[in-house]
């Protein structure tokens, strides 16, 4: 099992609270960008990566620098080793289409930050650190163990420390610009109760494996790999071991991908309806979702004791989250597209 560290990312591309969390990297804010592009311009280069270094997107008023884009690509090979699945050998063109699809990821990323910056949000320090702190923890360390391995992992605790900054106010804007798009009728809640029935007071402790399908993984290459989970773990290796080492979904593999108890409408549907038809102590297919691939494990469930008000709230926050997380990517759509970007790659 890899030793990597793993830094859960709090960016809301689910509004769960078992939810699968998506990846994201460190990119610099505007401001960082444009202070590093002034002191190229006016200082000796000291070093090859200096002279080389140049812009690869323009952003509104911000840059792209060819050394983050390195940086980026670099994470992305070292998450793919980490997790068992390393980039297999691409041709130039296939380097290319690979990190045009990274510089997007950063571009849309430089969008929510610069909305971020416009609409004066900001992270406190407390906050901060208690973010820090939760990260050293689900690591099994201390903050400064944390630190001591950052470092001999070619980081900093100042470095990631700024990475969870920008992925904290990314979160901000995200709450604040889509969840004033999202709209519940009562009729609504009352569909979604038929639909459920039974299920509405039924709740499922599960685990699963996410494998996602991304700018480094083909969607045949992430349902082989987790084929392959599955049959070590019908060859009795333990699921939590092998979640630990290959799920994408950094905030349940730590625990093993264990998403807790999981009432009807939490997860998405395709996710759901595979839940649901499992038996405890039974593991599915791969699953696809919007997020990749799923090896879901039951392993118990139990009746809720709710009375009718408070199964129509939990109805309308199901519905809520669901709705918020498929208007997200309709929103990140529709702010990339009124953005200038200027690609220079």
């Not at 009562?186 to 039924?202: I, K, S, W």
């Not at 599960?206 to 083909?218: D, F, G, K, T």
């Not at 519905?319 to 690609?343: G, K």
């Amino acid at each position: 099992m890899s030793h990597t560290i793993f830094i859960p990312r709090p960016l809301v591309r689910h509004w769960r609270t078992a939810a699968v969390l998506a990846l994201a990297g460190a990119l610099l804010l505007p401001a960082a960008a444009s202070a590093q592009q002034e002191s190229r311009q006016t200082t000796t280069p000291s070093t090859q990566r200096q002279q080389l270094d140049r812009v690869v997107a323009v952003v509104n008023d911000g840059a792209i620098m060819k050394s983050e884009l390195e940086d980026r690509m670099t994470q992305v090979a070292r998450q793919a080793e980490a997790q068992g699945s390393a980039l297999p050998p691409r041709g130039e063109l296939e380097q290319q289409v690979l990190e045009r699809m990274v510089l997007e990821r950063m571009v849309l990323e430089e969008i929510q930050l610069q909305m971020a910056r416009d609409a004066k949000l900001s992270v406190d320090d407390t906050r901060l650190n208690r973010q820090l702190r939760s990260i050293a923890e689900a690591n099994g360390l201390s903050l400064d163990a944390f630190a001591d391995r950052l470092e001999a992992d070619g980081t900093s605790l100042a470095e990631v420390r700024e990475q969870v900054r920008r992925e904290m106010l990314i979160q901000q804007v995200q709450q604040s610009q889509v969840g004033q798009r999202v709209s519940i009728s009562n009729r609504d809640v009352e569909r979604t109760l038929e639909q459920q029935g039974e299920r509405a007071n039924r709740e499922t402790r599960a685990r699963h494996i996410l494998i996602e399908v991304n700018a480094e993984r083909s969607e045949a290459q992430a349902r082989e790999l987790l084929q392959k989970a599955r049959r070590r773990i019908e060859q009795g290796e333990d699921f939590a071991a092998v979640a630990r080492e290959l799920s994408d979904d950094e905030g349940s593999a730590l625990n093993g991908g264990e998403l807790g108890w999981l009432r009807p409408g939490q997860t998405v549907p395709a996710f759901e309806d595979a839940m649901s038809d499992l038996s405890p102590g039974e593991m599915s297919e791969p699953v696809r979702s919007q997020f990749g691939f799923h090896l879901i494990e039951v392993e118990e469930r139990r009746r809720r004791n709710v009375n009718q008000q408070e199964q129509r709230e939990q109805a309308r926050q199901a519905i809520f989250q669901r709705r918020a997380n498929e208007e997200l990517s309709t929103w990140q759509r529709e702010i990339r597209s009124q953005a200038f970007v200027d690609i220079r790659l």
